[in-house]
């Protein structure tokens, strides 16, 4: 099968973004039922599997025969491929239902085990984020790119995990949020990890960590994040959770927050895999 | 007479030497562009062709000096030339040495002079309009004999009326502020617009020069047909009187078909998205004829043009990859910023596929 262009990647993913984020503007607003998957913040609606639908049928026509691995229900096995895409329909759900505009659609292209293209898209903020390694990123009609900020002139987002499966890391979560707390600008806990990577991608935000984070949630956003000059560590994907660890700093901040993110961590090794990504 | 030159491209270097009589003007030039200064510095003289009645008139330009840095202007000069885009220019006018000659601006928009007034107000600054197209390359057959030659239309340049020009030999056309203002606003509309939607439509059918593309018959309707929603919307929104837009209209349609210009598609059409801005010369151009009543149709396949214009080279490339990935309703909305509730809005989605069709079959 013929690898799509960059151009066709990212014109595909743009129009899944568009119209799954089309679909959730037509409701948000509206009073939405949910059940909880996990924890009391990670629930899902039935907005949620619409948008997931939305894009999964676009998909189809417009990236056939790649795997998908989307949130909330579609998980086509990889069969040893390491190309798959990372679908989550809406990002920020309890945003969402709560009728605060801070959610996104996003979608990553994942080659080689790692994200190198991505779009999130936020209808109510009238932007899209898109590129990655090969375009560079864009939002709406600018090139963009990550700051090079000191920690301390730093504002920086973290995400913690929504799902039941490690709580018994909280009390070290909160820790480390704290203590960026107080030798930064700021944490801001957005409620959507694509938002916060979208944003730091643009240079709002200057960095952005996460533990046990979703694929679904980070990837498209870690991809703008390297093509916007973003450096970005990495774990290996836990593949029974679909988690992550990663952190995600420019050139002035990445060094001391990698560290004080995962302080439990050799963070410095070297072993860059490409461009603006080094592997845990 | 010393004059000084800020900006080395078509305009400053190719149109401005024509405003003196040959042989008695020393130029000065000021260009941030190393390679052409690399090139100009070599020999210290260009070949200037003017196109008149079908035939180019020819100039050797001696340049007396050249620098990268406008500080280095000489002080002693008579006027001074500034044509460096709109983007650059309050950059230039905030180092520009302390003078006391005529600075005069040829950029795109007296916006920017009012801004250059309050950043130098120790400057005579004065805004003027040339009325011509000036192209930054020339023929191949020109090309071979001077690499640097470079061709411009015969037109005049209009200035304001000023106490500081009064027995000052410009070579420019002393005019009032309102016919400085009728002019300006002519070459903003009825130059400007129908003058991109040329180029990307000439894009579309892959040519190379503006006036290969309106020896185009559909191409050359739909400029004619936006020149002629433009005259109406001016005549109607600023009461200029509608026998100087038409015959305004009909010079732009002639100097596009200028086959001794070569005016490229490619430089006309470069930044779409520039040109796409919601108070530019085409979202802005549309919105403005809507609110007197012309609906501009052609105008509107100018901006599906431009939406689609697929350059790889250019600045704003992925304009393509938006338009072609996004639904039309939503990069309405999102990347050009037309309003849902807009009668552009509305006329420019209801017909997208319609003109995306017609841009289509110009390059089969």
């Not at chain 1, 503007?25 to 609606?45: A, C, P």
């Not at chain 1, 909330?72 to 491929?81: A, F, I, P, T």
């Not at chain 1, 920020?92 to 080659?111: K, M, R, T």
């Not at chain 2, 015969?154 to 009326?161: D, P, R, Y």
Request: glycine content about 10%; aromatic content about 8%; proline content about 5%.
């Amino acid at each position: 099968m013929r690898r799509p262009t960059d151009d066709e990647i990212t014109t595909a993913l743009i129009r899944c973004a568009s119209e799954a984020g089309e679909l959730l503007m037509k409701v948000f607003g509206d009073k939405h039922s949910f059940h909880r998957k996990g924890t009391l913040r990670d629930i899902t609606s039935s907005v949620d599997l619409a948008a997931e639908d939305a894009i999964l049928s676009v998909l189809a026509e417009t990236l056939p025969g790649v795997p998908v691995i989307a949130e909330e229900k579609h998980r086509d096995s990889l069969g040893g491929s390491d190309t798959f895409i990372c679908v989550d329909g809406l990002d920020g759900s309890v945003n969402f239902v709560h009728g605060l505009p801070e959610w996104a659609v996003s979608i990553g292209w994942v080659e080689g085990g790692i994200p190198t293209s991505g779009v999130i898209f936020s209808p109510p903020n009238k932007e899209i984020f898109y590129g990655g390694l090969a375009l560079g990123t864009f939002r709406n009609q600018e090139r963009v790119n990550v700051t090079a900020n000191p920690l301390s002139n730093s504002l920086l987002a973290a995400s913690f995990s929504g799902g039941s499966g490690h709580l018994e890391q909280r009390d070290e979560e909160y820790m480390i949020f704290g203590k960026l707390n107080d030798n930064s600008q700021g944490v801001v806990r957005s409620g959507s990890g694509a938002l916060n990577l979208a944003r730091m991608s643009s240079g709002q935000i200057d960095g952005v960590w996460g533990r046990n984070a979703r694929i679904w949630d980070v990837f498209a956003g870690l991809a703008l994040v390297r093509g916007a000059g973003g450096e970005v560590w990495m774990s290996e994907i836990n593949w029974e959770d679909f988690s992550v660890q990663y952190v995600a700093g420019g050139a002035g901040n990445f060094s001391d927050l990698s560290r004080k993110a995962y302080p439990e961590r050799e963070v410095c090794r070297a072993s860059p895999c490409t461009r603006g990504l080094k592997m845990f | 007479m010393r004059v000084g030159i800020v900006g080395a491209g078509a305009i400053g270097r190719g149109y401005v030497p024509w405003l003196f009589e040959q042989g008695r003007v020393s130029f000065h030039f000021i260009e941030r562009n190393v390679q052409l200064i690399e090139a100009l510095s070599s020999d210290l003289m260009y070949t200037s062709h003017m196109t008149v009645e079908g035939k180019y008139q020819s100039q050797i330009v001696r340049i007396e000096s050249l620098s990268s840095d406008v500080a280095h202007l000489p002080l002693d000069l008579d006027v001074a030339y500034v044509a460096v885009g709109t983007r650059a220019f309050p950059e230039v006018i905030e180092k520009f040495p302390a003078s006391t000659f005529p600075i005069v601006c040829l950029e795109n928009d007296p916006g920017v002079v009012d801004v250059a007034r309050q950043i130098r107000p120790d400057l005579k600054i004065f805004f003027a309009v040339p009325d011509v197209i000036a192209s930054p390359t020339s023929p191949a057959l020109l090309r071979d004999t001077d690499r640097l030659s470079l061709v411009t239309e015969s037109g005049q340049c209009f200035i304001e009326n000023s106490e500081h020009l009064q027995g000052f030999d410009s070579g420019m056309t002393q005019v009032s502020q309102r016919e400085l203002d009728e002019q300006w606003k002519a070459k903003l509309y009825i130059h400007n617009t129908p003058h991109c939607i040329a180029a990307y439509l000439g894009h579309a059918a892959r040519k190379t020069y503006l006036h290969e593309a309106m020896s185009i018959q559909p191409i050359r309707e739909i400029v004619q047909g936006a020149v002629d929603e433009m005259v109406q919307t001016i005549h109607a929104k600023f009461g200029i009187q509608i026998e100087f837009l038409q015959n305004y209209g009909l010079k732009e349609i002639s100097r596009f078909q200028n086959e001794l210009l070569c005016d490229p598609v490619e430089r006309v059409a470069r930044e779409p998205f520039r040109k796409l801005q919601p108070r530019e010369r085409l979202i802005g151009a549309a919105q403005i004829a809507l609110s007197v009543g012309v609906f501009p149709e052609n105008i509107i396949t100018g901006i599906v043009a431009a939406s689609t214009y697929d350059h790889p080279g250019d600045t704003d490339s992925h304009i393509r990859i938006l338009s072609a990935g996004m639904p039309v309703p939503t990069f309405a909305e999102i990347v050009l910023g037309i309003s849902r509730d807009s009668a552009l809005f509305d006329g420019l989605v209801d017909s997208w596929n319609e003109k995306t069709l017609l841009i289509g079959r110009l390059s089969a």
